[in-house]
């Protein structure tokens, strides 16, 4: 009696495509992070970064890091990093394991996403694609925002597919919450709601999309509520998550920059850490009267507004800027560089995909496809409105990287279908495809203005000088003074120069730097600069010394108001002490630093008088 045939048994998933994919991606991730753990910026944060860091580690230690300010950067970074820090230590390895962690995710979420979209082909192209997509190793590599803002993003599409195919309230809440938490690391990403609605609208049936679209909102309400409690709490104003949106406005769009680019605006010091005080001063000074925090940030807004619509076609320019450095092939910095990283790892030098790769053939998906754009509705409609919503800012690499999921996704439909076209029996089917491929990359790899590369090697200079490699900022320091003339060089170098212990070549060069010819900035930074290497020798009468030059030039220098009270201190001149960190509070009542440093000395002076005479 014979047998019944068996069915064939089928493959397990640990020998699946999915299985290779993620296993590649994953291991690709690890070797660049073992290519970086001699970066300088590896254990030494800078700008953005080492401001949420800052804030992250004061989240575990239970201290206040802005306690009477509301939100001014999006602070869903800094909750990630206090996590990771509260489970593993103050470790910046286990950030970056746990960033690769998610990209490595990421790549499975996209290829997933591809699966439902298109064909199993397709789908591999585009895991392919993501699995090897170089800046997205790259920013894994950062402790920013970015790679948890690509994760969060991708996670919604695919969450919203899966909702519009069993449309359930706790599958579109989900959603919600998903793009909520998105917005507290990318508050542009609240344009994305609009997208969702919309979505929801013409794919549902009345009554259901009503419902999805009310559980969809209270999930992007319950997300950033708490952040919204906080800001009124705090501040006394309904902030929803942050209140700098005027001044990243203005940022964007004033007298001083017309590029379309970002550029430094004339009196505000170009990092996280003063940036907010900066504006906040500024504003005061301008209207002669104190101002609540929100009210800065709508007097930057109402200003940045007024030159737009004073320069109708300066904005329309700029406008078309950005949208241009959109497709760009160029990786446009903000804090980092990739090019820089290149000089540390090999894996940045391979010739794997990137913007130059993705960018033309998602727009050659984009028109190709048009005539599936009902089934493709969702990502139509997720680039289009993030698209728009960087426009009216400036377009770096780190904010557009987000929606290049969505762009892999469509560059790998556009191979796909380019190639079905160039094999079909159609005579010269090959030709259309062929000629807008031609056309994209003309377009993507348009030469473009430059980034400000000298500020970027500082950027580097400062992290050997953090990392104690004081020989190789020296260097990148004097390589700068021989290509440009600016004086940040001759002040950064003078620092150097004295952390390295070379303090004659630091004293000349700061004190030619204060001679009256030179420019009273230069003089006042150069004085402050020279009060910084006195302190750390110990020369408190000589860093007092300084620190009045850089006051007599400019008495509203609240840092060095601040610093002087250290000097004086130091010297056991307490009353001294206190006045200047209360006149370095009045000029600059949002830096928490003198208030602070006032608790302290008033702490110390109190315990003194306590003791018993000997």
Not at 8 to 36: D, K, M, N, V
Not at 362 to 391: H, K, M, N, T
Not at 513 to 522: I, N, Y
Not at 541 to 546: D, K, L, S, T
Request: hydrophobic residues 50%.
């Amino acid at each position: 009696m014979t047998q019944p045939a068996s069915a064939p048994s089928l493959p397990s998933w640990q020998h699946s495509f999915e299985a290779r994919l993620i296993l590649g991606a994953l291991l690709l991730r690890l070797l660049y992070l073992a290519t970086i753990l001699d970066n300088p910026y590896f254990l030494h944060p800078i700008t953005d970064e080492a401001m949420y860091d800052l804030w992250a580690q004061a989240l575990v230690a239970g201290e206040p890091f802005l306690d009477h300010y509301p939100y001014y950067d999006s602070p869903l970074p800094a909750y990630v990093l206090a996590l990771i820090y509260g489970l593993f230590g103050h470790s910046y390895l286990m950030v970056r394991v746990v960033q690769v962690l998610l990209g490595t995710l990421n790549v499975l979420i996209l290829y997933r996403i591809a699966g439902r979209l298109f064909e199993a082909t397709t789908a591999k192209v585009a895991g392919i694609l993501a699995a090897t997509y170089l800046p997205f190793l790259y920013y894994e590599g950062l402790l920013l925002k970015e790679s948890v803002a690509l994760f969060l993003l991708d996670s919604a599409i695919l969450l919203i597919l899966g909702a519009l195919a069993r449309p359930t309230w706790v599958a579109f809440w989900s959603v919600g919450v998903t793009v909520g938490l998105l917005s507290l690391s990318r508050i542009n990403a609240l344009a994305l709601v609009a997208a969702c609605l919309i979505l929801i609208t013409i794919s549902l049936r009345s009554w259901t999309s009503g419902r999805a679209a009310l559980a969809l909102l209270l999930g992007v309400v319950m997300a950033i509520a708490p952040v919204t409690i906080r800001n009124k709490l705090v501040s006394g104003d309904w902030i929803p998550i942050t209140v700098s949106g005027g001044q990243v406005l203005y940022t964007a769009n004033n007298p001083a920059n017309q590029t379309g680019d970002l550029a430094p605006v004339p009196f505000v010091r170009p990092t996280s850490l003063f940036e907010r005080i900066d504006f906040h001063r500024r504003a005061e000074a301008e209207t002669g009267r104190r101002m609540t925090p929100a009210e800065v940030g709508a007097y930057w807004r109402h200003k940045s507004l007024a030159f737009s619509l004073e320069h109708p076609l300066t904005q329309v320019r700029m406008v078309g800027h950005r949208f241009l450095r959109f497709w760009n092939k160029e990786e446009m910095p903000d804090n980092h560089w990739i090019e820089i990283f290149k000089r540390f790892s090999w894996i940045l030098r391979a010739p794997l995909p990137g913007y130059w790769l993705v960018a033309p053939f998602a727009l050659v998906g984009l028109i190709l496809l048009r005539r599936r754009q009902r089934e493709l509705d969702l990502l139509y409609l997720v680039l289009v409105f993030y698209l728009l919503s960087l426009l009216p800012f400036w377009v770096s690499s780190r904010y557009r990287l987000p929606i290049v999921g969505v762009l892999i996704l469509f560059a790998a439909a556009g191979m796909m279908e380019s190639r079905r076209r160039a094999l079909s029996d159609q005579a010269r089917a090959w030709l259309p495809p062929a000629i807008l491929l031609a056309g994209a990359c003309l377009f993507c790899w348009m030469p473009m203005a430059e980034p400000d590369v000298p500020s970027l090697e500082r950027n580097l200079a400062y992290a050997y000088e953090q990392d104690k490699q004081y020989e190789n900022a020296i260097a990148i320091y004097e390589r700068l003074r021989t290509r440009e003339q600016n004086p940040d060089n001759e002040l950064y170098l003078a620092n150097a120069l004295g952390l390295a212990g070379r303090t004659d070549e630091a004293t000349a060069l700061l004190a030619r730097l204060t001679e009256p010819g030179q420019p009273a900035d230069v003089r006042r930074r150069a004085y402050n600069f020279s009060g910084d290497l006195a302190r750390l020798a110990g020369q408190w009468i000589v860093a007092e010394q300084a620190y009045r030059g850089a006051l007599s030039l400019d008495p509203t220098d609240y840092g060095a108001w601040n610093n002087l009270a250290v000097a004086l201190t130091k010297q056991q001149r307490f009353d001294e002490g206190a006045l200047a960190l209360e006149q370095s509070i009045t000029l600059a009542p949002e830096d928490g630093v003198a208030r602070q440093n006032l608790a302290l000395l008033r702490r110390h002076i109190g315990e003194s008088t306590t003791q018993p005479s000997p």
